[in-house]
């Protein structure tokens, strides 16, 4: 089992940023990947990033390049998604997952973190 708890969530204005991270705790012999998923209210969940737990493979959603960033750190079971130029529909709750596969990394969940940026 594998446990995970974001922070970093919060109102923030559009154009500016906000960090999120995720402190994981557990066993991790089958984890592949982590990503940040989130979902606004009437939409599905979608992937926005996503990092190899073990390289440095990266994946960005279109709607996110250039202005998220996704980081890990073995060591200490931590991730981390850095977001700047934030815009209005980047509001959503934010959930930091871990799994076996990079294209959906979503075997484990953390609680999820809201995200509102206002316009």
């Known amino acids: 089992q594998v446990q ?3 922070s970093g969530g919060g109102l923030v204005q ?3 940023s ?4 995720c402190a994981a705790s557990g066993r991790f012999f089958s ?9 606004a209210p009437g939409k599905e ?12 493979s990266t ?13 890990r750190d073995n060591a200490k079971k ?11 529909e980047d509001t959503a709750i934010y959930y930091c997952a871990v799994g076996n596969s990079y294209q959906w990394p979503g ?8 995200v509102t940026v206002s316009s």
């Open 4 to 6: 995970l708890v974001e």
């Open 78 to 88: 931590t991730g981390d998604l850095r977001m700047d130029s934030l815009k209005a």
């Open 31 to 39: 984890i592949y990947a982590m990503g940040w998923f989130r979902q």
């Open 14 to 16: 559009a154009g500016g």
């Open 59 to 71: 994946y960005y959603a279109d709607s996110v390049k250039g202005r998220f960033a996704i980081s």
């Open 45 to 56: 969940r979608e992937l926005v990033a996503a990092i190899k737990w073990s390289g440095s």
């Open 18 to 21: 906000l960090r999120l991270s």
């Open 107 to 114: 075997d484990y969940w953390g609680q999820g973190t809201q």
